[in-house]
């Protein structure tokens, strides 16, 4: 119970920024909220001190933020409301995640020494003694960032105890960009029966979309496993994908009705310029499960997808199911 409530608190620190802090520090703890923890043998607290780096998803900070630096990972004594902080030879980084050792005696985060680089995970004791780095740069990482850019370098990221001591973290060691959000293998296709339930195996150790059809196979609702919390909401039925599509309402011959005005009349006009094309119910389906997974573009991480490299060998090379769902290339490196 004890670490659970400064976890809590911790959090909820993370998010006043560093100079907020520095212009008015805690000097006081509320009395009810003291004897609370202090019923657990709670003395101090641990919170990481940052600006707030305006990323556009909370789990893509190390992507979309802005660099902040000069943050810190701090203790707050609860009983004097005394800020300790307990990295100050790190300067001029930025702090990310962290956590506290099950016997409350160690501290791991993750942090970040320069823009370009990845972040790494470091310990610290709670008295601000016994800093040590735990995780290093790939070798190529200089090659990487240059290649690819800083935000496709590699992370060690997230770090977290384990009760024996241990500590497990994420780690981006493979080169990445926004794929858990582009690449889709669809897996099949199951009935919804009539209370309600639909049943169905899915991958292990997959991010997987789960998708309510209509009549014509046309998404109605979507849900992902790997996001429910935070920024995200469920939207209206049929508020994305076909349902919105002004191409697939021209094409659809009255199957989508588009609830925007000024789109229902656009795809109005479309259809009748193009009222002689005439699409098979497997043609049309091509199309509306392709708008429905967010226009997948060659359903493969590997080969060249850019024109300019239009006469490369790996240059949009034919996805198949294995490739498609494959966690290695199948070309190697030297050849992509």
């Known amino acids: 119970m004890q670490r659970k409530l400064s976890l809590l608190v911790g959090v909820f620190l993370a998010v006043i920024t560093p100079q907020a802090i520095a212009r008015d520090p805690p000097t006081s ?7 609370k923890l202090g019923q657990h043998g709670v003395g101090k607290i641990v919170f990481v001190k940052r600006a707030t780096n305006g990323a556009d998803h909370y789990y893509t900070e190390y992507l979309t933020g802005n660099w902040a630096p000069n943050g810190s990972i701090c203790t707050l004594d609860l009983k004097t409301g005394t800020v300790q902080e307990l990295v100050s030879q790190l300067k001029g980084g930025m702090f990310e995640r962290f956590d506290v050792s099950f016997d409350a005696k160690r501290v791991v985060f993750a942090y970040r020494a320069t823009q370009p680089a990845g972040h790494r995970i470091y310990e610290i004791n709670v008295d601000g003694t016994g800093l040590r780095q735990l995780t290093f740069p790939p070798p ?11 935000d496709r370098c590699t992370d060690d990221m997230q770090p977290c105890y384990l009760p024996d001591g241990g500590i497990v973290f994420i780690c981006r060691s493979c080169v990445s960009k926004h794929t858990h959000l582009a690449l889709k293998v669809q897996h099949g296709v199951v009935p919804v029966e009539d209370d309600g339930s639909a049943n169905f195996v899915v991958p ?5 979309f789960f998708q309510v059809l209509d009549e014509n196979y046309m998404a109605v609702q979507t849900e992902r496993t790997y996001a429910k919390s935070g920024n995200v909401a469920y939207l209206p039925a049929k508020s994305l994908g076909s349902h919105t599509s002004v191409l697939v309402a021209m094409l659809s011959k009255g199957k989508v009705k588009l609830a925007d005005p000024k789109n229902a009349e656009r795809a109005a006009k479309l259809a009748e310029v193009h009222k002689d094309l005439k699409l098979a119910p497997e043609e049309l389906l091509k199309i509306t499960n392709w708008i429905d997974t967010n226009g997948q573009y060659y359903g493969t991480y590997w080969g060249r997808k850019n024109l300019k490299y239009k ?8 996805p198949t199911f294995e490739t498609a769902t494959s966690m290695t290339s199948p070309v190697p490196e030297e050849q992509r």
Do not use: M, T, W
């Open 140 to 150: 190529d990482e200089d090659e990487r960032i240059k290649k690819f850019g800083s």
């Open 311 to 318: 006469d490369h060998p790996q240059f949009r090379i034919y």
């Open 29 to 35: 703890v509320k009395p009810e909220v003291l004897g």
């Open 204 to 208: 292990a150790e997959a991010n997987i």
